[in-house]
Protein backbone atom coordinates (compact mmCIF):
# COMPACT_ATOMS: atom_id res chain seq x y z
CA UNK A 1 0.00 0.00 0.00
CA UNK A 2 1.82 3.27 -1.47
CA UNK A 3 1.77 5.91 1.06
CA UNK A 4 2.76 8.72 -1.37
CA UNK A 5 1.41 12.43 -1.09
CA UNK A 6 0.28 11.50 -4.77
CA UNK A 7 -2.62 9.81 -2.72
CA UNK A 8 -3.42 12.59 0.22
CA UNK A 9 -5.92 15.66 -1.01
CA UNK A 10 -4.53 18.66 -2.43
CA UNK A 11 -6.14 22.08 -2.58
CA UNK A 12 -7.10 23.41 -5.71
CA UNK A 13 -8.17 26.56 -5.94
CA UNK A 14 -11.57 26.94 -4.22
CA UNK A 15 -11.98 23.24 -4.33
CA UNK A 16 -10.12 19.96 -2.90
CA UNK A 17 -8.65 17.58 -4.84
CA UNK A 18 -8.78 13.75 -3.73
CA UNK A 19 -5.62 12.87 -4.47
CA UNK A 20 -2.74 14.08 -7.11
CA UNK A 21 -3.68 11.54 -9.70
CA UNK A 22 -5.08 13.71 -13.18
CA UNK A 23 -7.41 11.44 -15.88
CA UNK A 24 -5.30 12.82 -19.09
CA UNK A 25 -7.66 14.13 -22.11
CA UNK A 26 -7.89 10.92 -24.03
CA UNK A 27 -10.02 11.58 -27.51
CA UNK A 28 -12.53 8.56 -27.97
CA UNK A 29 -14.06 9.27 -31.17
CA UNK A 30 -17.58 8.24 -30.11
CA UNK A 31 -19.80 10.88 -29.97
CA UNK A 32 -22.73 11.20 -32.70
CA UNK A 33 -22.25 13.16 -35.78
CA UNK A 34 -23.01 16.08 -34.35
CA UNK A 35 -20.94 16.19 -31.13
CA UNK A 36 -23.47 14.73 -28.83
CA UNK A 37 -22.16 12.61 -25.83
CA UNK A 38 -23.76 9.58 -25.16
CA UNK A 39 -25.13 7.63 -22.33
CA UNK A 40 -21.70 4.93 -22.76
CA UNK A 41 -19.63 8.78 -21.78
CA UNK A 42 -21.45 9.23 -18.44
CA UNK A 43 -20.30 5.61 -17.50
CA UNK A 44 -17.01 6.29 -18.61
CA UNK A 45 -16.45 9.15 -16.80
CA UNK A 46 -18.52 7.95 -13.75
CA UNK A 47 -16.59 4.82 -13.65
CA UNK A 48 -13.29 7.07 -13.45
CA UNK A 49 -14.00 9.63 -11.09
CA UNK A 50 -11.87 8.20 -8.31
CA UNK A 51 -9.05 10.11 -10.16
CA UNK A 52 -8.12 13.63 -8.81
CA UNK A 53 -9.16 15.39 -11.68
CA UNK A 54 -10.69 13.38 -14.92
CA UNK A 55 -9.64 16.13 -17.97
CA UNK A 56 -12.41 15.32 -20.82
CA UNK A 57 -11.54 14.38 -24.17
CA UNK A 58 -10.47 17.21 -26.27
CA UNK A 59 -14.00 19.31 -26.97
CA UNK A 60 -14.74 21.20 -30.33
CA UNK A 61 -15.50 24.56 -29.22
CA UNK A 62 -16.79 25.15 -32.84
CA UNK A 63 -17.91 23.39 -35.93
CA UNK A 64 -14.94 24.94 -37.68
CA UNK A 65 -12.63 23.77 -34.38
CA UNK A 66 -13.41 19.78 -35.48
CA UNK A 67 -10.69 18.07 -36.92
CA UNK A 68 -12.17 14.51 -36.14
CA UNK A 69 -15.30 12.16 -36.84
CA UNK A 70 -17.02 11.89 -33.81
CA UNK A 71 -15.39 13.84 -31.49
CA UNK A 72 -17.93 15.71 -28.81
CA UNK A 73 -18.54 19.64 -28.81
CA UNK A 74 -19.48 21.91 -26.27
CA UNK A 75 -21.42 24.69 -28.84
CA UNK A 76 -24.74 23.84 -29.29
CA UNK A 77 -27.43 23.27 -26.34
CA UNK A 78 -28.02 19.71 -26.67
CA UNK A 79 -24.11 19.10 -26.22
CA UNK A 80 -24.38 20.73 -23.45
CA UNK A 81 -26.89 18.66 -21.95
CA UNK A 82 -25.36 15.57 -22.29
CA UNK A 83 -22.09 16.85 -20.54
CA UNK A 84 -24.71 17.67 -18.09
CA UNK A 85 -25.05 14.16 -17.42
CA UNK A 86 -21.67 13.53 -17.43
CA UNK A 87 -20.43 16.02 -14.84
CA UNK A 88 -23.59 15.10 -12.92
CA UNK A 89 -22.37 11.53 -12.31
CA UNK A 90 -18.36 12.87 -12.00
CA UNK A 91 -19.96 14.39 -9.06
CA UNK A 92 -21.97 11.95 -7.72
CA UNK A 93 -19.43 10.13 -7.50
CA UNK A 94 -17.41 12.51 -5.18
CA UNK A 95 -15.00 13.39 -8.40
CA UNK A 96 -14.43 16.72 -10.27
CA UNK A 97 -13.79 17.09 -13.84
CA UNK A 98 -12.52 20.17 -16.12
CA UNK A 99 -13.81 20.34 -19.95
CA UNK A 100 -10.70 20.70 -22.79
CA UNK A 101 -11.36 23.72 -24.87
CA UNK A 102 -10.04 22.65 -28.50
CA UNK A 103 -9.72 24.21 -31.63
CA UNK A 104 -7.55 21.79 -34.23
CA UNK A 105 -6.84 24.50 -36.18
CA UNK A 106 -5.40 23.07 -39.95
CA UNK A 107 -5.55 19.49 -38.36
CA UNK A 108 -9.02 19.22 -39.83
CA UNK A 109 -10.23 18.67 -43.13
CA UNK A 110 -13.13 19.75 -45.76
CA UNK A 111 -15.19 17.07 -45.16
CA UNK A 112 -15.54 18.40 -41.28
CA UNK A 113 -15.95 21.97 -41.90
CA UNK A 114 -18.94 23.65 -42.52
CA UNK A 115 -20.02 23.84 -46.31
CA UNK A 116 -16.60 21.85 -47.06
CA UNK A 117 -14.95 24.97 -46.89
CA UNK A 118 -11.25 25.19 -46.17
CA UNK A 119 -9.67 24.56 -42.15
CA UNK A 120 -8.37 27.75 -41.00
CA UNK A 121 -4.47 28.40 -39.37
CA UNK A 122 -2.05 31.08 -38.57
CA UNK A 123 -0.64 30.71 -42.07
CA UNK A 124 -1.95 28.46 -45.04
CA UNK A 125 0.84 26.06 -44.53
CA UNK A 126 -0.64 22.14 -45.08
CA UNK A 127 0.07 19.79 -42.59
CA UNK A 128 1.91 16.82 -43.11
CA UNK A 129 -0.37 13.34 -42.40
CA UNK A 130 -4.22 12.26 -42.89
CA UNK A 131 -7.48 13.72 -41.04
CA UNK A 132 -9.59 11.54 -39.16
CA UNK A 133 -13.14 11.85 -41.44
CA UNK A 134 -16.41 9.83 -40.74
CA UNK A 135 -15.42 7.97 -44.32
CA UNK A 136 -12.00 7.37 -43.08
CA UNK A 137 -8.19 8.81 -43.19
CA UNK A 138 -8.00 11.44 -46.03
CA UNK A 139 -4.94 13.24 -46.52
CA UNK A 140 -4.83 17.09 -45.11
CA UNK A 141 -5.28 20.11 -47.08
CA UNK A 142 -4.18 23.19 -47.17
CA UNK A 143 -5.19 25.71 -45.11
CA UNK A 144 -6.99 29.07 -44.88
CA UNK A 145 -4.24 31.95 -43.04
CA UNK A 146 -7.16 33.70 -40.61
CA UNK A 147 -7.44 37.14 -40.92
CA UNK A 148 -6.88 39.17 -38.01
CA UNK A 149 -10.42 40.81 -37.88
CA UNK A 150 -11.39 36.98 -37.74
CA UNK A 151 -9.63 36.80 -34.84
CA UNK A 152 -11.96 37.72 -32.30
CA UNK A 153 -14.59 35.77 -33.44
CA UNK A 154 -12.43 32.82 -33.10
CA UNK A 155 -11.49 33.77 -29.43
CA UNK A 156 -15.81 34.84 -29.14
CA UNK A 157 -16.03 30.92 -29.49
CA UNK A 158 -13.72 30.01 -27.04
CA UNK A 159 -15.57 32.36 -24.39
CA UNK A 160 -18.95 30.66 -25.88
CA UNK A 161 -17.49 27.42 -25.17
CA UNK A 162 -16.37 28.65 -21.61
CA UNK A 163 -19.81 29.49 -20.63
CA UNK A 164 -21.47 25.97 -22.41
CA UNK A 165 -18.87 24.09 -20.02
CA UNK A 166 -19.72 26.58 -16.64
CA UNK A 167 -23.42 25.98 -17.55
CA UNK A 168 -22.77 22.04 -18.62
CA UNK A 169 -21.65 21.54 -14.82
CA UNK A 170 -17.52 21.43 -15.26
CA UNK A 171 -15.18 22.57 -12.74
CA UNK A 172 -13.46 24.50 -15.09
CA UNK A 173 -11.48 24.64 -18.50
CA UNK A 174 -8.55 23.87 -19.85
CA UNK A 175 -7.34 25.58 -22.83
CA UNK A 176 -5.97 23.19 -25.39
CA UNK A 177 -2.46 25.37 -26.07
CA UNK A 178 -0.71 21.82 -27.58
CA UNK A 179 0.65 19.14 -29.88
CA UNK A 180 -0.08 21.08 -33.25
CA UNK A 181 -3.26 22.19 -32.98
CA UNK A 182 -4.49 25.83 -33.55
CA UNK A 183 -2.86 28.01 -30.32
CA UNK A 184 0.32 25.98 -30.96
CA UNK A 185 -0.08 26.88 -34.62
CA UNK A 186 0.08 30.34 -34.02
CA UNK A 187 3.12 29.63 -31.56
CA UNK A 188 5.28 27.97 -33.94
CA UNK A 189 7.72 29.83 -36.81
CA UNK A 190 7.09 26.95 -39.16
CA UNK A 191 3.32 27.38 -38.73
CA UNK A 192 3.35 30.87 -37.88
CA UNK A 193 4.27 32.94 -41.26
CA UNK A 194 2.19 35.96 -40.50
CA UNK A 195 3.60 39.06 -41.00
CA UNK A 196 0.84 41.41 -38.81
CA UNK A 197 0.57 41.79 -35.29
CA UNK A 198 0.20 38.03 -34.66
CA UNK A 199 3.44 37.07 -36.51
CA UNK A 200 7.25 37.38 -36.08
CA UNK A 201 8.45 38.19 -33.06
CA UNK A 202 7.56 35.81 -29.96
CA UNK A 203 5.61 38.66 -28.55
CA UNK A 204 4.05 38.45 -31.48
CA UNK A 205 3.63 34.78 -32.16
CA UNK A 206 1.84 34.37 -28.27
CA UNK A 207 -0.85 37.37 -29.02
CA UNK A 208 -3.62 34.91 -30.22
CA UNK A 209 -2.66 31.89 -27.73
CA UNK A 210 -2.86 34.93 -24.76
CA UNK A 211 -6.26 36.83 -26.16
CA UNK A 212 -7.64 33.35 -25.84
CA UNK A 213 -6.29 32.74 -22.52
CA UNK A 214 -6.96 36.25 -21.05
CA UNK A 215 -10.65 35.57 -22.48
CA UNK A 216 -11.57 32.67 -20.84
CA UNK A 217 -10.12 33.32 -17.65
CA UNK A 218 -12.09 36.73 -18.00
CA UNK A 219 -15.33 34.42 -18.57
CA UNK A 220 -14.83 32.53 -15.72
CA UNK A 221 -12.09 33.24 -13.21
CA UNK A 222 -8.09 31.74 -13.27
CA UNK A 223 -8.81 29.56 -10.53
CA UNK A 224 -10.81 27.61 -12.90
CA UNK A 225 -8.93 27.45 -16.41
CA UNK A 226 -5.52 25.80 -16.88
CA UNK A 227 -3.40 25.28 -19.85
CA UNK A 228 -1.74 22.82 -21.67
CA UNK A 229 1.48 23.28 -23.52
CA UNK A 230 3.67 20.56 -25.48
CA UNK A 231 6.63 22.28 -26.00
CA UNK A 232 8.58 19.64 -27.61
CA UNK A 233 6.01 17.34 -29.90
CA UNK A 234 6.15 17.23 -33.55
CA UNK A 235 2.01 16.99 -34.75
CA UNK A 236 0.94 17.58 -38.66
CA UNK A 237 5.01 18.45 -38.71
CA UNK A 238 4.86 21.55 -37.02
CA UNK A 239 8.27 22.85 -36.04
CA UNK A 240 10.03 25.89 -34.14
CA UNK A 241 13.10 27.18 -34.21
CA UNK A 242 13.61 28.04 -30.70
CA UNK A 243 11.85 25.53 -28.77
CA UNK A 244 12.99 26.79 -25.40
CA UNK A 245 13.04 30.64 -25.55
CA UNK A 246 9.69 30.44 -27.22
CA UNK A 247 8.22 28.11 -24.19
CA UNK A 248 10.10 30.06 -21.52
CA UNK A 249 8.73 33.31 -22.66
CA UNK A 250 5.57 31.58 -22.96
CA UNK A 251 4.92 30.22 -19.63
CA UNK A 252 6.37 33.78 -18.23
CA UNK A 253 3.15 35.32 -19.83
CA UNK A 254 0.58 32.56 -18.62
CA UNK A 255 1.98 32.66 -14.99
CA UNK A 256 1.01 36.57 -15.19
CA UNK A 257 -2.46 35.46 -15.81
CA UNK A 258 -2.03 33.38 -12.67
CA UNK A 259 -4.07 29.86 -14.17
CA UNK A 260 -5.07 27.21 -11.80
CA UNK A 261 -2.37 24.76 -13.38
CA UNK A 262 0.46 24.58 -16.04
CA UNK A 263 0.21 21.01 -17.79
CA UNK A 264 2.84 20.31 -20.21
CA UNK A 265 3.73 17.06 -21.63
CA UNK A 266 6.73 16.46 -21.27
CA UNK A 267 8.75 15.00 -24.40
CA UNK A 268 6.50 13.62 -27.17
CA UNK A 269 3.02 13.14 -27.05
CA UNK A 270 2.40 10.12 -26.36
CA UNK A 271 5.88 8.82 -27.02
CA UNK A 272 9.11 9.45 -25.80
CA UNK A 273 9.50 11.28 -22.54
CA UNK A 274 12.34 12.66 -24.21
CA UNK A 275 16.27 13.40 -24.03
CA UNK A 276 15.55 15.96 -26.64
CA UNK A 277 17.64 18.21 -24.38
CA UNK A 278 14.47 20.46 -23.31
CA UNK A 279 14.69 22.02 -19.63
CA UNK A 280 11.38 21.67 -18.26
CA UNK A 281 12.98 22.67 -15.10
CA UNK A 282 13.35 26.12 -16.80
CA UNK A 283 9.20 26.07 -17.15
CA UNK A 284 8.78 25.42 -14.05
CA UNK A 285 10.27 27.62 -12.29
CA UNK A 286 8.60 30.57 -14.05
CA UNK A 287 5.43 29.49 -12.57
CA UNK A 288 4.33 29.41 -9.08
CA UNK A 289 0.80 28.23 -9.49
CA UNK A 290 0.29 24.06 -9.73
CA UNK A 291 2.66 22.26 -12.08
CA UNK A 292 0.80 18.98 -13.84
CA UNK A 293 3.39 16.90 -15.76
CA UNK A 294 2.05 14.52 -18.56
CA UNK A 295 3.49 11.99 -20.53
CA UNK A 296 4.07 7.97 -19.66
CA UNK A 297 4.69 8.14 -16.24
CA UNK A 298 4.40 5.27 -14.02
CA UNK A 299 3.49 4.99 -9.74
CA UNK A 300 7.34 5.34 -9.57
CA UNK A 301 8.12 8.44 -11.71
CA UNK A 302 5.01 9.88 -10.28
CA UNK A 303 6.19 9.30 -6.73
CA UNK A 304 9.40 10.80 -7.49
CA UNK A 305 8.88 13.44 -9.54
CA UNK A 306 6.23 14.63 -6.79
CA UNK A 307 8.94 14.29 -3.69
CA UNK A 308 11.68 15.60 -5.43
CA UNK A 309 8.92 18.86 -6.10
CA UNK A 310 8.98 18.58 -9.69
CA UNK A 311 5.36 18.23 -10.44
CA UNK A 312 2.24 18.60 -8.23
CA UNK A 313 0.20 17.05 -10.27
CA UNK A 314 0.38 13.63 -12.23
CA UNK A 315 -1.32 12.97 -15.77
CA UNK A 316 -1.77 9.26 -16.67
CA UNK A 317 -3.48 8.59 -19.68
CA UNK A 318 -3.78 5.18 -21.75
CA UNK A 319 -3.66 2.78 -17.81
CA UNK A 320 -6.60 5.15 -17.53
CA UNK A 321 -8.40 3.64 -20.92
CA UNK A 322 -8.16 0.33 -19.07
CA UNK A 323 -8.32 0.94 -15.47
CA UNK A 324 -11.29 2.44 -14.31
CA UNK A 325 -10.36 2.20 -10.76
CA UNK A 326 -6.49 3.26 -11.58
CA UNK A 327 -6.01 5.21 -8.27
CA UNK A 328 -6.83 2.25 -6.44
CA UNK A 329 -4.73 -0.35 -8.38
CA UNK A 330 -1.90 2.03 -7.72
CA UNK A 331 -2.44 2.78 -3.94
CA UNK A 332 -2.62 -1.27 -3.69
CA UNK A 333 0.24 -2.39 -5.67
CA UNK A 334 -2.32 -4.40 -7.65
CA UNK A 335 -1.88 -5.41 -10.82
CA UNK A 336 -3.21 -2.92 -14.33
CA UNK A 337 -4.99 -4.75 -16.92
CA UNK A 338 -3.54 -3.86 -20.54
CA UNK A 339 -5.07 -1.82 -22.85
CA UNK A 340 -6.23 -2.62 -26.44
CA UNK A 341 -5.38 -0.27 -29.15
CA UNK A 342 -7.60 -1.71 -31.69
CA UNK A 343 -10.78 0.27 -29.18
CA UNK A 344 -8.92 3.36 -28.21
CA UNK A 345 -10.95 5.47 -31.27
CA UNK A 346 -14.36 4.85 -32.42
CA UNK A 347 -16.85 2.48 -31.98
CA UNK A 348 -19.05 1.58 -28.53
CA UNK A 349 -18.73 0.20 -25.21
CA UNK A 350 -16.58 -2.31 -26.32
CA UNK A 351 -13.44 -0.89 -25.32
CA UNK A 352 -14.85 2.31 -23.41
CA UNK A 353 -16.53 1.22 -20.19
CA UNK A 354 -15.64 -2.71 -20.34
CA UNK A 355 -12.68 -2.81 -18.68
CA UNK A 356 -12.88 -4.20 -15.15
CA UNK A 357 -12.54 -2.45 -11.96
CA UNK A 358 -10.86 -5.03 -8.79
CA UNK A 359 -13.76 -6.40 -6.96
CA UNK A 360 -13.96 -6.11 -3.25
CA UNK A 361 -12.30 -9.52 -2.84
CA UNK A 362 -9.69 -8.34 -4.66
CA UNK A 363 -8.77 -4.79 -3.11
CA UNK A 364 -9.38 -6.59 0.47
CA UNK A 365 -6.78 -9.18 -0.91
CA UNK A 366 -4.33 -6.55 -1.93
CA UNK A 367 -4.57 -4.11 0.91
CA UNK A 368 -3.67 -6.74 2.91
C1 LIG B 1 -5.79 12.66 -31.11
O1 LIG B 1 -6.99 12.53 -31.28
O2 LIG B 1 -4.98 11.89 -31.61
C2 LIG B 1 -5.31 13.74 -30.26
C3 LIG B 1 -6.20 14.65 -29.78
C4 LIG B 1 -5.77 15.68 -28.97
C5 LIG B 1 -4.44 15.76 -28.67
C6 LIG B 1 -3.54 14.85 -29.14
C7 LIG B 1 -3.97 13.83 -29.95
O3 LIG B 1 -4.01 16.75 -27.91
Known sequence: MSKSKLFEEVDFGPIRLSNRIVMAPLTRSRATSDGVPKAMHVEYYRQRASAGLIISEATNISVEGRGYAWTPGIYSDEQVAAWKKVTDAVHAEGGRIFLQLWHVGRISHPDLQPNGAAPVSASAVKPSGKAFTEEGFKDHETPRALEEAELPRVTEDYVKATKNARAAGFDGVEVHSANGYLLDQFL????????????????????????????????????????????????????????????????????????????????????????????????????????????????????????????????????????PDLVARLQLGAPLNAWDQATFYGGDEKGLTDYPALTPEERARYAA
Open 188 to 323: RDGTNLRTDRYGGSIENRMRFPLEVLDAVIATWDKEHVGIRISPVTVMGGSSESDQQRLFNAYVEEIAKRQPIYLHVIEGQTGGDRGKDGFDYDALRQRFDGLYMGNNNYDLDLAVKQLDAGEVDLVCFGKPFISN
